[in-house]
């Protein structure tokens, strides 16, 4: 209840000195109010409806404790929410954060979707720093149930040239073969057919034939096999 009066008062504020005086009292205990069922809300209500000068001296401490607060459910909302209200300047500082530990973040049940929704801003530099921190890492990342969905973005959001490097990663694994049976390692094939082009598409359904038998009695195999992209490129091929 009391959250919603402090949403009220945000909404009807007037003037500046007013703005000023709820977010100083508001900052201090920012960490625990992002993190915070009820405060996020209130927190929420901050990025809605003023403006961003404000927020930005909200958010000052934020930075020392970004990854707890990324792999909080309700913190990954509000990040969320300012990373898309951010002015291009001010967003840096935090994405850095996020590059930073993108690897763990991945692994994390709230903290992907953070490492996903900064793929989702298509930013060059950005998207080629989490390529980089993700490199070798792809195959174990496709297996699980967090990381696998990384893996997926970056495979629909990236460039050509970028998600076929990912591509080769995971064709050169001694594991393909249990990526193509795995729970969520077979999406991630199947991702991969989708995106793939001209040789690197060849070298995927050449990679495959192999292991249609053992593909073709098993539940998530069997999807893979039965993609029309697949059918069409073994049906014209001739290896």
Known sequence: MASKVVQKVIETLKTHEQAWILVSALKYGIVKLITDSNGYHVVNSCLNHLKYAYNEF????????????SMNSHGCCVLKNYFDQAYDKQKPLFFHKIIENTLSLSQDRVGNYMVQHILSHRLPWATKRILNALEGHHVELSMQKCGSHVVETCLNLCDPKESAHIVLELLHSPHFSQLLQDQYGNYIIQTALHVSQGHICTSLVKAIKPHIPELQ???????????????????????
């Open 58 to 69: 909200l958010f000052a401490d934020v930075v020392d404790h970004f990854l707890d607060i």
């Open 217 to 239: 009695n098993h539940p998530y195999g069997n999807s893979i096999l039965s993609k029309p992209k697949f059918k069409k490129h073994l049906k014209s091929s001739f290896f």
